[in-house]
């Protein structure tokens, strides 16, 4: 594989649907660097995912992976070698068993290490015998991310892959995550409808919302950029619509979520103002639209 500045590269991505537009998108993940992609159910977050796997086509737009051109479809065979994908539910067979599915990687992947492979189902205390519909949501998490790490993919691609989890098991995966990323040539996109663990590990962030990009960028800086005013009612009948992205109204006044919170400090100093988490900015950026809401 080549040398390549970014594990991912989107550029222009647009797909059509009946009632849905994934819309010119463009992001990029830098390598070595774990991505996090959030938004809503039906925001785009899936087709994206499908379309950087060439599980489904695109009507415009580019795609690099791994410094490949994957529209080249030997880049796209050689990019799956290097490449892992984990879902919210195990894609295989019930009936097969965790030696089953060595057997069957084995042929799949020119670098498959079983040893690898064994040694996660041992520190995930997973069967090997036992049919894997037999599972309990987490087991089939933990196989599924055994599976992606037991052949030197330099990508994983995770779609809620912690979802339904609980917060032990999450944390476990989670540190194995940025084990991971430990070897500089390794990168992560996931997506996650549970922003506080991509607040605990991801470097950048890229929110999607009715298929179009509102923010991607480093996460601390749209941590540190962003903040919420706690307004009175008359403090926030002066301010411009112009200065904030929505407005959570209240019996008691507003909570105002501002993209530049320095210029809004300096500009309101009698606004009481506090940073935002990545729920929040995620929550007032899709009522943006209406403006003001409750």
Not at 217 to 246: M, N, W
């Amino acid at each position: 594989m080549n040398d390549y500045e970014n594990a991912i590269e989107v550029n222009g991505l647009t797909k059509h649907y009946d009632g849905f537009t994934l819309d010119n998108i463009s992001f990029s993940l830098p390598r070595g660097s774990i991505m996090g992609f959030i938004g809503q159910n039906g925001a785009g977050k899936t087709t994206t995912i499908n379309s950087l796997l060439g599980i489904i086509g695109h009507d415009g737009g580019s795609i690099k992976m791994l410094g490949l051109d994957t529209s080249d479809k030997k880049n796209m065979q050689a990019v799956r070698e290097d490449i892992s994908a984990v879902f919210d539910e195990l894609p295989l067979h019930e009936e097969l068993n965790a030696n089953h599915i060595n057997i069957i990687m084995r042929d799949i992947y020119k670098g498959w290490d079983s040893g690898t492979y064994f040694a996660y189902l041992d520190r995930f205390n997973l069967p090997r015998k036992k049919p894997t519909g037999q599972f309990s949501k987490g087991m089939k998490m933990k196989l599924q991310i055994a599976i992606a790490l037991s052949h030197n993919a330099k990508l994983l691609i995770m779609d809620e892959a912690t979802t339904g989890l609980d917060p032990v098991v999450r944390n476990e995966i989670l540190d194995i995550f940025l084990e991971y990323l430990q070897d500089d040539s390794r990168s992560i996109l996931m997506s996650s409808h549970i922003t506080s663990d991509l607040e605990k590990i991801a470097d950048s962030v890229t929110f999607i919302d009715n298929g179009k990009i509102l923010l991607t960028g480093y996460k601390d800086d749209i941590l540190f950029s962003h903040g919420l005013l706690r307004c009175t009612k008359a403090q926030f009948a002066a301010l411009d619509p112009s200065e904030y992205v929505s407005a959570r109204i209240s019996d008691f006044g507003a909570s105002v979520m501002v993209s530049d919170i320095s210029a809004a400090k300096a500009a309101h100093p009698d606004i009481a103002a506090d940073p935002a988490a990545l729920d929040e900015i995620m929550m007032y950026y899709v009522n943006r639209t209406a403006k003001e809401w409750s």
